[in-house]
């Protein structure tokens, strides 16, 4: 079992639509997380990151933590056809070099 | 901003030949990392460095190697190449002085072994 699980999908969604995209994790260590979204043939770009449980908002995007269920997800208001690219979480220990592990992502597609 | 530099973007070398992949990390951060993506998968993790000395070693195989040098740059050294070693190879960086360990990539550089 890997210690970061990811829906690959692909997720189909029409625009406008919100979006939730989640991971789970087995490692009680975990406890800061990221969410890179990558689009096809680029590096992956970080789009949040949170320590703690509960949600944290930036703008269209809201990262929501239950380290109870060792379950994150990633929530896109008002989706757009901008927003089609594979998310992949991202998760570490805290404290000094810490290697990140990635989920395998998630293939979004906006439909206009 | 500064971001994660990669170079060259694209290569293409035959068969048990040998690849040099340069990174030149975000200025101030002390970690760099190797990743290798294959079509379709999540980044591999390769192998770090933490102020110049390996930290950590994942799914590296024996042919590749890398190193950081004194200006904090990264070369990933692939020998005896062979046609799965095609992938996306992003090198990243970061800086352990904050809480969290956020990495930062590169745009990555394209292998295709022929």
């Known amino acids: 079992q890997k210690e970061v699980e990811q829906d690959p999908g692909p997720l189909s969604v029409p625009e406008g639509a919100i979006v939730s995209l989640n991971c789970t994790y087995s490692n009680s260590a975990f406890q800061y997380f990221m969410w890179y979204r990558q689009y096809s043939r680029k590096g992956p770009e970080l789009l949040m990151y949170t320590y703690s449980s509960g949600n944290k908002e930036d703008g269209r995007f809201t990262a929501q933590v239950d380290k109870s269920s060792k379950y994150i997800s990633l929530f896109i208001r008002d989706s757009q056809p901008s927003d089609s690219a594979t998310y992949l979480c991202?998760?570490?220990?805290?404290?000094?070099?810490?290697?990140?592990?990635f989920g395998i992502g998630t293939k979004l597609q906006v439909i206009p | 901003a500064a971001g994660v530099i990669q170079s060259p973007r694209h290569l293409i070398k035959e068969k048990r030949e040998t690849a040099t992949l340069k990174c030149y990390p975000i200025p101030r951060h002390d970690t760099v990392y190797w990743y290798q993506q294959g079509p379709g998968q999540d980044p591999q993790f390769l192998i770090s460095f933490y102020e110049k000395m390996q930290s950590d070693k994942g799914s590296i195989p024996d042919r590749f190697s890398a190193q950081q040098f004194s200006d904090y740059h990264s070369e990933l050294n692939m020998s005896s190449l062979e046609l799965g070693d095609s992938a996306l190879y992003f090198c990243?960086?970061?800086?352990?002085?904050?809480?969290?360990?956020?990495?930062?990539f590169g745009e990555g550089s394209w292998l295709t072994v022929v």
């Open positions: 991202a998760m570490s220990a805290l404290g000094g070099y810490q290697k990140v592990t």
């Open positions: 990243a960086s970061s800086s352990t002085r904050g809480r969290g360990n956020t990495i930062y």
